[in-house]
Protein backbone atom coordinates (compact mmCIF):
# COMPACT_ATOMS: atom_id res chain seq x y z
CA UNK A 1 0.00 0.00 0.00
CA UNK A 2 1.15 3.60 0.15
CA UNK A 3 4.33 4.38 1.38
CA UNK A 4 3.95 7.45 3.34
CA UNK A 5 5.83 8.81 6.06
CA UNK A 6 3.87 8.21 9.52
CA UNK A 7 1.43 6.04 7.63
CA UNK A 8 0.29 3.91 9.99
CA UNK A 9 -1.45 0.32 9.55
CA UNK A 10 -4.33 1.18 11.18
CA UNK A 11 -4.41 4.06 8.57
CA UNK A 12 -3.69 1.62 5.64
CA UNK A 13 -6.52 -0.67 6.63
CA UNK A 14 -9.19 2.04 7.02
CA UNK A 15 -8.30 3.36 3.29
CA UNK A 16 -8.64 0.05 1.99
CA UNK A 17 -12.25 -1.05 3.86
CA UNK A 18 -13.24 2.62 2.94
CA UNK A 19 -12.68 2.53 -0.72
CA UNK A 20 -14.03 -1.38 -1.01
CA UNK A 21 -17.35 -0.83 0.90
CA UNK A 22 -17.71 2.58 -0.81
CA UNK A 23 -17.48 0.75 -4.60
CA UNK A 24 -19.45 -2.08 -3.62
CA UNK A 25 -22.18 -0.86 -1.23
CA UNK A 26 -22.38 2.40 -3.67
CA UNK A 27 -23.17 0.09 -7.02
CA UNK A 28 -25.16 -2.60 -5.08
CA UNK A 29 -27.52 0.17 -3.52
CA UNK A 30 -27.86 1.55 -6.59
CA UNK A 31 -28.99 -2.30 -7.78
CA UNK A 32 -30.90 -2.67 -4.81
CA UNK A 33 -32.96 0.73 -5.57
CA UNK A 34 -33.46 -0.33 -9.46
CA UNK A 35 -34.75 -3.87 -9.01
CA UNK A 36 -36.95 -2.56 -6.04
CA UNK A 37 -38.69 -0.05 -8.31
CA UNK A 38 -39.11 -2.87 -11.22
CA UNK A 39 -37.38 0.10 -13.42
CA UNK A 40 -34.59 -3.21 -14.03
CA UNK A 41 -34.31 -7.24 -13.79
CA UNK A 42 -31.60 -8.34 -11.47
CA UNK A 43 -30.62 -11.05 -14.67
CA UNK A 44 -30.68 -8.17 -16.84
CA UNK A 45 -27.51 -7.01 -18.90
CA UNK A 46 -27.79 -3.86 -16.86
CA UNK A 47 -28.11 -5.57 -13.51
CA UNK A 48 -25.09 -7.72 -14.02
CA UNK A 49 -22.80 -5.31 -14.82
CA UNK A 50 -23.60 -2.92 -11.61
CA UNK A 51 -23.36 -6.47 -9.52
CA UNK A 52 -20.44 -7.48 -11.19
CA UNK A 53 -19.20 -3.39 -10.83
CA UNK A 54 -19.88 -4.30 -6.51
CA UNK A 55 -17.92 -7.48 -6.96
CA UNK A 56 -14.90 -5.80 -7.68
CA UNK A 57 -14.97 -3.09 -5.02
CA UNK A 58 -11.81 -5.71 -3.44
CA UNK A 59 -10.14 -5.85 -6.58
CA UNK A 60 -10.14 -1.75 -7.40
CA UNK A 61 -9.95 -0.77 -3.25
CA UNK A 62 -6.23 -3.18 -3.27
CA UNK A 63 -4.80 -2.27 -6.91
CA UNK A 64 -5.42 1.74 -5.63
CA UNK A 65 -3.75 1.09 -2.65
CA UNK A 66 -0.36 -1.03 -3.90
CA UNK A 67 2.95 1.05 -3.34
CA UNK A 68 4.05 3.08 -5.13
CA UNK A 69 3.92 3.71 -9.36
CA UNK A 70 1.26 1.05 -10.50
CA UNK A 71 1.93 -0.94 -13.67
CA UNK A 72 0.35 -3.71 -15.20
CA UNK A 73 3.83 -5.86 -13.80
CA UNK A 74 3.65 -4.61 -10.64
CA UNK A 75 0.02 -6.09 -10.82
CA UNK A 76 0.94 -9.14 -12.40
CA UNK A 77 3.36 -9.79 -9.58
CA UNK A 78 1.29 -9.09 -7.13
CA UNK A 79 -1.21 -11.79 -8.15
CA UNK A 80 1.41 -14.32 -9.16
CA UNK A 81 4.08 -14.15 -6.90
CA UNK A 82 4.34 -17.10 -4.22
CA UNK A 83 6.90 -18.63 -2.01
CA UNK A 84 8.65 -21.73 -3.36
CA UNK A 85 7.61 -25.04 -2.63
CA UNK A 86 4.07 -24.49 -0.68
CA UNK A 87 1.77 -25.58 -2.91
CA UNK A 88 1.11 -28.64 -0.88
CA UNK A 89 0.03 -26.70 1.46
CA UNK A 90 -3.09 -25.52 -1.02
CA UNK A 91 -3.13 -29.28 -2.53
CA UNK A 92 -4.02 -30.39 1.07
CA UNK A 93 -6.78 -28.07 1.59
CA UNK A 94 -8.37 -27.98 -1.70
CA UNK A 95 -7.97 -32.14 -1.91
CA UNK A 96 -9.81 -31.77 1.56
CA UNK A 97 -12.66 -29.17 1.07
CA UNK A 98 -13.47 -31.30 -2.00
CA UNK A 99 -13.76 -34.36 -0.19
CA UNK A 100 -15.55 -33.08 3.27
CA UNK A 101 -18.05 -31.34 0.64
CA UNK A 102 -18.77 -34.41 -1.78
CA UNK A 103 -18.91 -36.72 1.12
CA UNK A 104 -21.74 -35.08 3.32
CA UNK A 105 -23.75 -34.06 -0.22
CA UNK A 106 -25.66 -37.08 -1.42
CA UNK A 107 -26.81 -34.63 -4.28
CA UNK A 108 -25.93 -32.64 -7.15
CA UNK A 109 -27.24 -29.39 -8.47
CA UNK A 110 -29.21 -31.15 -12.15
CA UNK A 111 -28.59 -27.11 -13.41
CA UNK A 112 -25.19 -27.67 -13.69
CA UNK A 113 -23.50 -30.73 -15.91
CA UNK A 114 -20.29 -31.83 -15.10
CA UNK A 115 -18.61 -30.62 -18.52
CA UNK A 116 -19.33 -26.96 -17.59
CA UNK A 117 -17.96 -27.06 -14.48
CA UNK A 118 -14.26 -26.06 -15.97
CA UNK A 119 -15.80 -22.55 -17.63
CA UNK A 120 -17.59 -22.09 -14.38
CA UNK A 121 -14.44 -22.44 -12.44
CA UNK A 122 -12.63 -20.41 -14.67
CA UNK A 123 -15.24 -17.23 -14.17
CA UNK A 124 -15.60 -17.98 -10.39
CA UNK A 125 -12.14 -17.35 -10.12
CA UNK A 126 -11.78 -14.57 -12.62
CA UNK A 127 -15.02 -12.25 -11.65
CA UNK A 128 -16.82 -14.53 -9.87
CA UNK A 129 -15.23 -14.15 -6.36
CA UNK A 130 -11.54 -15.35 -7.05
CA UNK A 131 -10.78 -11.11 -7.93
CA UNK A 132 -11.78 -10.55 -4.46
CA UNK A 133 -8.51 -12.41 -3.23
CA UNK A 134 -6.55 -8.84 -3.93
CA UNK A 135 -7.88 -7.59 -1.55
CA UNK A 136 -9.18 -9.37 1.53
CA UNK A 137 -6.00 -11.99 1.51
CA UNK A 138 -3.05 -9.59 -0.51
CA UNK A 139 -4.07 -6.40 1.23
CA UNK A 140 -6.25 -6.83 4.25
CA UNK A 141 -4.40 -9.64 5.77
CA UNK A 142 -0.55 -8.85 5.86
CA UNK A 143 -1.48 -5.26 7.12
CA UNK A 144 -4.16 -6.70 9.62
CA UNK A 145 -1.76 -8.94 10.85
CA UNK A 146 1.58 -6.68 11.61
CA UNK A 147 -1.62 -4.58 13.58
CA UNK A 148 -2.56 -7.61 15.41
CA UNK A 149 1.29 -8.62 16.44
CA UNK A 150 1.50 -5.27 18.54
CA UNK A 151 -1.20 -6.40 20.88
CA UNK A 152 -1.02 -10.28 20.45
CA UNK A 153 1.99 -11.51 20.97
CA UNK A 154 0.51 -15.51 20.54
CA UNK A 155 1.45 -16.99 17.18
CA UNK A 156 -2.54 -18.72 17.15
CA UNK A 157 -4.39 -15.96 18.82
CA UNK A 158 -3.36 -13.55 16.89
CA UNK A 159 -3.99 -15.89 14.06
CA UNK A 160 -7.52 -16.47 15.01
CA UNK A 161 -8.09 -13.19 15.99
CA UNK A 162 -7.41 -11.21 12.81
CA UNK A 163 -9.70 -14.35 10.28
CA UNK A 164 -12.09 -13.71 12.85
CA UNK A 165 -12.16 -10.00 12.16
CA UNK A 166 -11.38 -10.83 8.13
CA UNK A 167 -14.07 -13.09 8.07
CA UNK A 168 -16.79 -10.67 9.63
CA UNK A 169 -15.70 -7.99 7.64
CA UNK A 170 -16.01 -10.37 4.34
CA UNK A 171 -19.47 -11.52 5.31
CA UNK A 172 -20.84 -8.11 6.19
CA UNK A 173 -19.55 -6.29 2.45
CA UNK A 174 -22.24 -9.07 1.19
CA UNK A 175 -25.16 -7.98 3.01
CA UNK A 176 -26.76 -5.64 0.42
CA UNK A 177 -27.15 -8.18 -2.26
CA UNK A 178 -29.85 -9.87 0.39
CA UNK A 179 -32.35 -6.44 -0.33
CA UNK A 180 -31.39 -7.18 -4.41
CA UNK A 181 -34.74 -7.98 -5.90
CA UNK A 182 -34.01 -11.37 -7.62
CA UNK A 183 -30.47 -12.08 -6.29
CA UNK A 184 -29.64 -16.00 -5.28
CA UNK A 185 -28.24 -14.59 -2.21
CA UNK A 186 -32.18 -13.89 -0.62
CA UNK A 187 -33.08 -17.78 -0.77
CA UNK A 188 -29.76 -18.25 1.41
CA UNK A 189 -29.62 -17.89 5.42
CA UNK A 190 -27.38 -14.77 5.86
CA UNK A 191 -26.42 -16.27 9.55
CA UNK A 192 -24.96 -19.66 7.89
CA UNK A 193 -23.55 -17.80 5.06
CA UNK A 194 -21.57 -15.57 7.64
CA UNK A 195 -20.65 -18.84 9.71
CA UNK A 196 -19.15 -20.53 6.04
CA UNK A 197 -17.39 -16.98 4.96
CA UNK A 198 -15.36 -17.18 8.49
CA UNK A 199 -14.51 -21.05 8.29
CA UNK A 200 -13.63 -19.84 4.67
CA UNK A 201 -11.89 -17.22 6.03
CA UNK A 202 -9.35 -19.24 7.81
CA UNK A 203 -8.52 -21.77 5.37
CA UNK A 204 -7.79 -18.96 3.07
CA UNK A 205 -5.36 -17.20 5.31
CA UNK A 206 -3.63 -20.51 6.04
CA UNK A 207 -2.95 -20.23 2.21
CA UNK A 208 -1.84 -17.10 2.00
CA UNK A 209 0.18 -16.90 5.15
CA UNK A 210 1.86 -20.15 3.66
CA UNK A 211 2.46 -19.54 0.16
CA UNK A 212 2.11 -15.56 0.12
CA UNK A 213 0.52 -16.43 -3.16
CA UNK A 214 -2.91 -13.96 -4.01
CA UNK A 215 -3.73 -16.45 -7.10
CA UNK A 216 -3.76 -19.93 -5.01
CA UNK A 217 -5.89 -17.75 -3.34
CA UNK A 218 -8.26 -17.09 -6.12
CA UNK A 219 -8.05 -20.92 -6.97
CA UNK A 220 -9.49 -21.78 -3.90
CA UNK A 221 -12.09 -18.70 -3.92
CA UNK A 222 -13.26 -20.29 -7.27
CA UNK A 223 -13.57 -23.91 -6.53
CA UNK A 224 -15.35 -22.68 -3.61
CA UNK A 225 -18.26 -21.05 -5.12
CA UNK A 226 -17.78 -23.96 -7.70
CA UNK A 227 -18.67 -26.94 -5.01
CA UNK A 228 -21.15 -24.50 -3.35
CA UNK A 229 -23.03 -24.50 -6.66
CA UNK A 230 -22.54 -28.10 -8.10
CA UNK A 231 -23.52 -29.91 -4.82
CA UNK A 232 -26.57 -29.42 -2.87
CA UNK A 233 -24.87 -28.27 0.18
CA UNK A 234 -26.18 -30.70 3.39
CA UNK A 235 -25.55 -29.85 7.06
CA UNK A 236 -24.90 -32.82 8.95
CA UNK A 237 -22.72 -34.38 10.94
CA UNK A 238 -19.58 -34.90 8.05
CA UNK A 239 -19.65 -31.00 6.81
CA UNK A 240 -19.39 -30.13 10.57
CA UNK A 241 -16.46 -32.14 11.41
CA UNK A 242 -14.66 -31.47 8.14
CA UNK A 243 -14.87 -28.16 7.85
CA UNK A 244 -13.71 -28.09 11.82
CA UNK A 245 -10.86 -30.51 11.38
CA UNK A 246 -9.64 -28.04 7.98
CA UNK A 247 -9.95 -24.96 10.16
CA UNK A 248 -8.47 -26.42 13.25
CA UNK A 249 -5.44 -27.34 10.66
CA UNK A 250 -5.67 -23.68 8.88
CA UNK A 251 -4.75 -22.56 12.64
CA UNK A 252 -1.79 -24.21 13.24
CA UNK A 253 -0.08 -24.26 9.81
CA UNK A 254 -1.37 -20.85 9.76
CA UNK A 255 -0.19 -19.72 12.69
CA UNK A 256 3.84 -21.01 12.97
CA UNK A 257 4.07 -19.19 9.22
CA UNK A 258 2.09 -15.74 10.44
CA UNK A 259 4.98 -16.10 13.09
CA UNK A 260 7.76 -16.36 10.98
CA UNK A 261 6.21 -13.51 8.83
CA UNK A 262 6.23 -11.41 11.41
CA UNK A 263 9.72 -12.03 12.62
CA UNK A 264 11.16 -11.59 9.19
CA UNK A 265 9.54 -8.09 9.03
CA UNK A 266 10.43 -7.01 12.51
CA UNK A 267 14.30 -8.06 11.68
CA UNK A 268 14.15 -6.50 8.13
CA UNK A 269 12.66 -2.93 9.88
CA UNK A 270 15.82 -3.18 12.48
Known amino acids: MHTIKGYKDEWRIQEYLLITFFISWLSWGILILLTALKFINFQSVLGIIIF ?5 GPTIAAIICMEGKLSAKKILNFIFDHRAKTF ?20 TNPAFAWYVLP ?5 CTLIGGGNEELGWRGTLQPVLTRTFAKRFKN ?9 LVIGLIWGLWHLPLWFVAGS ?3 GVNFGLFIIATIFQAFWLGCIYARTRSVFFCMLFHGLSNVLMSFFVI ?11 TMTILAIILGARASSSNHKITTKAKS
Open 52 to 56: MIGGF
Open 88 to 107: WIFLILVVAQILVVALSSSQ
Open 184 to 186: AQQ
Open 119 to 123: LIFIG
Open 234 to 244: QINWILIAGYI
Open 155 to 163: PVLRFTITM
